[in-house]
């Protein structure tokens, strides 16, 4: 069985990262975590640019992070895992590792790092509820 949990750090996601460890082992799974890095858009008149404020290095530190930290709880669990930074919007850089990748299952937390912390769903959760054709997990 393969999983693939969202990562970027937060409280929201770490609750889903240990969802990912505590069931794993029961389900003989292995485990995928994606970061998406949103790269910064620029509108100028007249057409709108994305600008790379990424190096390779940063995107490596970034995925050292992601294993070393945001993912500790599926490493002290035994749970075989890897680390993926992709560039772009979050809910995108999910669903298509999700086509790539083939997991059985789609782990997130219900909220991120960004917007409102009165609403139910995150803009990512809720976007991947109506839109991913996997099974989903959104971990409160």
Known sequence: ???????DGS???????A??????TALAASVIAVHAIEV????????????????????ENIREVARDQWCNQLAEEDVPFEAKVIEGY?????????????????????????GFKR???????HHLAQHLERTLVIVP
């Open 90 to 114: 979050p809910a995108d850089v999910i669903i298509e590792v999700a086509r790539r990748e083939q997991p059985d299952l789609v782990v997130i937390g219900r909220r991120g790092l960004g």
């Open 40 to 59: 910064p858009v620029h509108a100028a008149l007249p057409d709108a640019y994305a600008s790379p404020v990424y190096t390779d290095v940063d995107r």
């Open 119 to 125: 609403i139910l769903l995150g803009s990512t959760s």
């Open 11 to 17: 409280e929201s996601s770490q609750r889903a990262v």
């Open 19 to 24: 969802w990912c460890a505590e069931h794993a």
């Open 1 to 7: 069985m393969k999983m693939l949990v969202g990562v």
